[in-house]
């Protein structure tokens, strides 16, 4: 850590920024296998949280490594690293008292208790997109699994690097036979009943 540095204090706290908002700052982490649905479903959920006119980002794994982690790989001292990262971000943009939509595959349950740490424990909501190897396989929208199986790329979690199932998950979705409007419908009605959101959407 550098040393000679101090922590400013700024006038303006997350429950003055929250209170404009008229929402509950938090995070959405949606952790899953390569292929699961996790953008997919984020991409669709801030859609309509931004229609029921909610204050979001979403940080998507991907997008991420084009940009602040562009110089990480993808060995497990890099995966952790990576994650830290958005961890931080995150607990930034919750902190401006944003909802945050977060979608990374994030393998390790370690690297997800150490977000989970950064914010308050009603701050983090861990979402199980919970889709089989076999349908993520057979879907393969970047190819990535057919590369894997080849031997082009190494350490792809699911084939050669584990993925560690959240142990209780807040929201488990079993993306095996649902729509994305269904999906969607699950962790709404959780923020709606948990109070994170008041729904006006009709």
Excluded at 144 to 156: M, P, S, T, V
Aim: hydrophobic letters at 35%.
């Amino acid at each position: 850590m550098a040393r000679n540095i101090v922590w400013h204090n700024a006038q303006i706290k997350k429950d003055d920024r929250a209170s404009l908002t008229e929402q509950k700052p938090c995070v959405l982490w949606f952790t899953g296998l390569s292929g699961s649905g996790k953008s997919t479903i984020a991409n669709a959920l801030e859609e309509i949280l931004y229609n029921n006119k909610n204050f979001t980002y979403l940080l998507d794994g991907d997008n991420i490594r084009h940009g602040l982690n562009n110089d990480l790989g993808f060995d497990d001292e890099s995966r952790i690293e990576n994650i830290r990262r958005v961890g931080e971000v995150t607990k930034l943009f919750v902190d401006s008292g944003l909802i945050v939509l977060s979608a990374f595959i994030s393998p390790f349950q370690e690297d997800r208790n150490l977000v989970k740490g950064l914010v308050q424990v009603d701050e983090f909501i861990e979402v199980f997109v919970d889709t089989p190897l076999e349908i993520c396989e057979s879907r393969d929208p970047k190819g990535l699994y057919k590369k894997a199986r080849a031997g082009e790329i190494k350490d792809f979690t699911g084939i050669d690097s584990p993925y560690e199932v959240p142990i209780q998950a807040d929201i488990h979705i079993k993306n095996d036979n649902i729509s994305v409007e269904k999906a969607c419908e699950q962790i709404i009605n959780y923020l709606v009943e948990k109070n994170y959101i008041q729904w006006r959407n009709s």
